[in-house]
């Protein structure tokens, strides 16, 4: 981190803390926190990225912003504290896996989501002590604000956990509902709700980073940026904008405010969800059809990219045999934006095909 001590001219801003999360017949996993501490007090920006392996653009973008952060203020500049996390999960990293295989005779699935694991265990599988440590270390810092960085195949978009009415931040006491909405939608990207309550529970999702912070009073997003077909410097360029636009005057106020916001999708074109597509209502996600034969899968030429509006009924892909005969059409199940397809391409029955993003009713 040289370019860091000389882009400050004191280095003592820039701290990394090592926390050991647990021990494996190779040794034990270190997580590696980097804390940025402005001169004059502030709120705290928790950064997490790398939570599931092979989403290695949400690392890059991460790096990318706290470079430029670097370079361009010193601690006169900076209000506040900035701490991140960009190695959240260094097993699934080293085998560029969404999961992680630690055992041959682990009780967990085959490949253990770290993310189905918040707030953790201390005297649980491996992925509940790695993010026991995760959460309860991030959580002591009293943050204003979580981000959790991520990646989906096509899509950019920000994700809000279900949020009950009455909850209130454990800062301020106000609706934590609120908070968090504001916050968000001005990170740049689209914001959506997270799946309805049935597929929610169904999916775990209550155990989440971001849902375990949000049930502790911590407002907290999940930001997704194309994994593919878009470049990998293009998604680490939304990563990276969206992040400075966290810092900005007009949402936590970190960095003065000359800094200007970004602007999607205008800075990153392939930043396809954004305000001014969906306009001023609210959405959530929904999953979409799964496959009724098995084969190979394949989305109409048009909707490949995904991202566009369909409606209910709408021919959205196709699925082939092994001779390349369609067995079965698939279509939309309902009206809404199609978020993005499966990254697979054979298929077998019961395999989900692909997402959506669906206006709430007023």
Known sequence: MNFWKNAFGGFYMIRTYEVVAGDTPCGPVTLKFIEIKGKYAGPTLVLVSGVHGDELSSIGGLYLFLDELAKLYGEDGI???????????????????????LSGVSDVALHENLNRCFPGDPTGTFGERLAHVIFTYLLGMTPDLVIDLHCMPSSSCIIVDPIAPDAVSRHSGIVLRDITWNLAEKLGLGVVHDFPDEEYQKERLYSSLSAAFIQAGIPACTVEVPGGPVSVAESEGIVKSVIWNAVSARTLNIVPAEKELYNFPVTCP??????????????????????????????????????????????????????????????????????????????????RLCWFFVEEKK
């Open 79 to 101: 209000r506040g504290k900035i701490l991140a996390l960009p190695f959240a999960n260094p097993l699934a990293l080293m085998q560029r896996t969404w999961g992680f295989q």
């Open 270 to 351: 392939n930043a396809w969800l954004s305000r001014s597509e969906l306009g001023v209502g609210k959405y959530a996600c929904m999953p979409g059809p799964r496959a009724e034969k098995s084969g190979f899968f394949r989305p109409l030429a048009g909707l490949a990219k995904g991202f566009c509006k369909v409606r209910k009924g709408t021919l959205i892909g196709e699925i082939l045999g092994g001779a390349l005969e369609k067995v079965a059409d698939v279509r939309s199940p309902v009206d809404g934006f199609l978020a993005y397809f499966s990254n697979v391409s054979m298929v077998s029955e019961g395999d």
